[in-house]
């Protein structure tokens, strides 16, 4: 799972960084404002990609998710882009425990003597 999520967080982290050229374009957002709070978010994402595995990593990753798709309000084309990596979040949690559970019951196979 962590490395499916691992994956969703860093392509977050290059949308981010454009979405903060884009917003740079508005003129009623200043230009350290944006980059704060994009370099923030920035840091957040790669900063996440430490503690999924964690206790409260993907509900933190969640909360990320429903932040990006926040930033639609200064960046429309954000409400798209935050929806797809909220997806992209979802499959990564979903088929990286499938994937996890099959690790662990091949392992599991594997230590048992009457395997081979």
């Known amino acids: 799972m962590r490395t499916l999520c691992a994956s969703t967080l860093i392509g977050e982290f290059f949308i981010i ?3 903060g050229l ?7 957002l ?12 920035m840091f957040l994402s790669v ?9 409260g990593g993907v509900a933190l990753g969640w ?3 429903i ?3 926040a ?18 979040w979802w499959a990564s949690v979903h088929f990286g425990r499938k994937v996890d559970e099959a690790k662990a019951r091949f ?10």
């Open 71 to 88: 930033s639609g309000v200064f960046v429309p084309l954000m409400f798209f882009m935050g929806v797809l990596f909220a997806v992209l």
């Open 17 to 19: 960084g454009f979405a």
């Open 47 to 55: 900063a996440l990609c430490g503690v999924i595995t964690r206790p």
């Open 30 to 41: 200043a230009t350290a404002t944006v980059w704060t709070v994009c370099g923030v978010a």
């Open 107 to 116: 392992a599991a196979a594997a230590d048992r003597p009457d395997a081979a």
């Open 67 to 69: 932040a990006l798709v």
């Open 63 to 65: 909360a990320f998710q």
């Open 22 to 28: 884009v917003a740079m374009k508005d003129p009623d």
